[in-house]
């Protein structure tokens, strides 16, 4: 189930979705010692593995979503396991934007695109440790009239969204949306990108998304750390989107909200992940559903406390 949700405190649309799958999905405890637990992407269900990315020396596999949110959610993985929380490497983006552009070109009576996510670190929403990127057809995110006048909410920044900075060599404008709660920045891709060019904005975003925290950090010091990186992972928890539009990354400082009834008594978190730049909202139990119907003002709170208050000010590399 579907319906468009607008907060009071922005003029973008958001879509609120009810996804009963989510609650089975197992969820890793936060705190829990390491296991050798059960790898998805490593020996794949035959039902779900769709192919080998590049069919030669394959550095990738594309399955389907076990837990999927939508029709046709499906996942590009690492055929090695690597980490979630370490830096996105130049065949992982790479990869990723030839499926972009392989939907686009695929034959249809309508126009076909993807959105893609990525999730990393403990406040991200990521639930599983090998190295994975999502992908969601746009069009199976659409729901009839319930989502008139929704678009993906990366996309509307990348067209509605207002420079902030320039990179010193190539001097892309990074891109903001005025209008949301938290700090953001993306990059529109006026042509067809190399790999090369992929992993450069990806590296100048993530170094802005980190700056972000960074300074976050220095003014509330008792509300966020960095996470730990002797293991090599990020000191950031953040969510990355891509089209063949652009690219943009959200640094979180949290992964959700806690939802409370009339009566003050706690109804649960709502967890965001990287569906938050396709402008989605996803609850898992039908009361948490019930009450943003109601309430859907509370969209405000929920946004504001998964990342960093945006600010005026334009950071420079």
């Known amino acids: 189930m579907s319906m468009p949700i607008v907060s009071s405190a922005n003029t973008n649309q958001f879509q609120l979705r009810y996804c009963p799958a989510l609650g089975k999905k197992p969820v890793p405890r936060k705190d829990a010692v390491p296991t050798n637990k059960f790898d998805p992407f490593e020996n794949p ?10 069919s030669t020396n394959p550095s990738h596999i594309l399955v389907l979503n076990k837990y999927a949110v939508i029709a046709n ?3 590009i ?4 396991n690597k980490q979630q929380t370490h830096l996105l490497e130049e065949d992982d983006l790479a990869a990723t934007y030839a499926c972009l552009k392989a939907w686009e070109e695929s034959p249809g009576g309508r126009p076909n695109s993807l959105f893609a996510f990525f999730n990393s670190g403990n406040n991200s929403g990521a639930s599983q440790a090998h190295r994975h990127l999502q992908f969601l057809p746009v069009n199976d995110m659409y729901a009839g009239e319930a989502s008139s006048g929704w678009q993906v909410l990366v996309n509307s920044i990348l067209a509605d969204g207002e420079g902030t900075t320039q990179f010193t060599d190539i001097a892309p404008t990074v891109l903001q949306h005025p209008s949301l709660p938290f700090t953001h920045f993306a990059y529109r891709f006026s042509t067809a990108p190399s790999s090369s060019q992929l992993l450069q904005t990806y590296n100048d975003l993530y170094q802005l998304a980190k700056a972000a925290i960074d300074d976050f950090i220095a003014a509330n010091p008792d509300q ?3 996470h730990p990186t002797e293991e090599g992972d990020l000191p950031i928890s953040y ?6 539009s652009g690219m943009a990354i959200l640094p979180r400082r949290s ?11 706690d109804l649960g978190v709502v967890e965001l992940n990287g569906t938050a730049l396709g402008g ?3 609850v898992k139990f039908e009361e948490q559903w019930e009450l943003l119907k109601a309430k859907p003002e509370t969209l405000d709170a929920i946004l504001e406390a ?3 208050p945006q600010t005026s000010h334009a950071t420079k590399l």
Do not use: C, S, V
Not at 239 to 244: E, R, S
Not at 255 to 265: A, I, V
């Open 306 to 308: 998964i990342g960093i």
């Open 73 to 75: 959610h499906f996942i």
């Open 280 to 282: 989605t909202l996803m």
């Open 239 to 244: 969510n990355l989107a891509m089209t063949t």
């Open 224 to 226: 966020l750390a960095l």
């Open 45 to 54: 269900i035959r039902e779900l593995f769709i192919a080998d990315l590049p």
């Open 255 to 265: 992964e959700g909200y806690m939802l409370q009834r009339e009566d003050g008594t």
């Open 77 to 80: 993985a690492t055929k090695t």
